[in-house]
């Protein structure tokens, strides 16, 4: 039988919103890189915020709650 070529495809990152070369040396290479840094920081940074914000909210909806109960008796 007659081998052919198959390709690789290509991967996708989920930080910078690209694709790159599916390969150990391309991928290696990005994510050594400045932007997908930069990304990783920025997405990092966004979590936490999220998070903080997140925890801010439940706690304010406990105090509410509670202000109620205490009405309420």
Same mark, same amino acid.
């Given at each position: ?42 997405? /990092? ?19 509410? /709650? ?8």
């Amino acid at each position: 039988m007659t081998e052919y070529w198959v390709s690789q495809g290509n991967k996708w990152c989920d930080f910078c919103k690209i694709y790159i070369a599916n390969n150990p040396l391309s991928i290696r290479t990005h994510e050594i890189g400045k932007r997908h840094k930069d990304n990783v920081t920025k997405r /990092l940074a966004t979590m936490q915020k999220e998070g903080a914000a997140k925890e801010k909210e439940q706690q304010q909806a406990a105090r509410a /709650l509670k202000q109620i109960e205490a009405v309420s008796l």
